[in-house]
């Protein structure tokens, strides 16, 4: 039972333009999401983060929006830069919860120059 | 970054054998967290510490044990590896909640191979 998907596994995107990563989750207790970058062979790295009262938080090139009715969440990094190639992954926990992380597959982004 | 390390980086070993990873913090974070990472799963929760001593299963603990005799140190155990548990085992910790939130940041990774 997947609670968090990122249904596409991989996205292309041209150099200077938006890329959108998007994740949907099902268990409607999750109140705090969270985006990860990974390079290969390294621990994912802390991107981004919101929480459910919010619907939008932004640093710099990064953007998380949240649609808590239609439990969705996309990232938004524009414009898209060739460093920004990895994998992402959306996480979900419950703020009264034990600290648990939920990670969805991730997508593997790839700007082309 | 955040001081975590994770000891070893790479292990090849053997179907029965007992396997050891042990990942240590610099930050004196309350939390710690082993994650395996698999293809088509992303990360998965094996076990959790919520303080020394304290310790809870997560969401694929079968085969695993831990322990931490120390806020520095977490150990992950496999009594008796299987092929199932070739994978890239994160640490994580975090530490104080920041407006209520928690955020965890994870160490380099240890690539386990079982044959």
């Known amino acids: 039972d997947q609670q968090v998907k990122q249904n596409s596994p991989s996205l292309s995107v041209q150099e200077g333009r938006i890329s959108i990563l998007n994740c949907d989750y099902t268990?409607?207790?999750?109140?705090?999401f969270l985006w990860y970058k990974k390079y290969p062979a390294e621990g994912p790295t802390f991107l981004i983060s919101i929480s459910s009262i919010k619907d939008k938080n932004e640093d710099g090139r990064f953007t998380v929006f949240l649609n808590k009715s239609a439990k969705h969440l996309s990232l938004h990094i524009v414009p898209s830069q060739p460093g920004d190639s990895a994998v992402y992954f959306c996480a979900a926990s419950a703020l009264r919860g034990a600290q648990k992380l939920v990670f969805g597959q991730g997508t593997r982004l790839t700007i082309n120059p | 970054d955040a001081g975590i390390t994770q000891s070893p980086r790479h292990k090849v070993t053997e179907t029965g054998t007992p396997v050891t990873l042990r990942c240590h913090q610099t930050e004196n974070h309350r939390y710690m967290y082993w994650y395996r990472q698999d293809p088509g799963h992303g990360l998965r929760l094996i076990h959790y510490?919520?303080?020394?001593?304290?310790?809870d299963k997560g969401e694929v603990s079968d085969g695993y044990s831990v322990s931490r005799s120390k806020t520095e140190d977490f150990l992950l155990t496999l009594e008796s590896a299987t092929s199932s548990q070739t994978s890239v085992y994160f640490c994580?910790?975090?530490?104080?909640?920041?407006?209520?939130?928690?955020?965890?940041?994870f160490g380099p990774g240890t690539r386990l191979t079982v044959l």
């Open positions: 994580a910790i975090s530490g104080l909640k920041e407006r209520g939130t928690d955020t965890q940041y």
């Open positions: 510490s919520y303080g020394v001593k304290d310790t």
């Open positions: 268990n409607s207790m999750f109140d705090y």
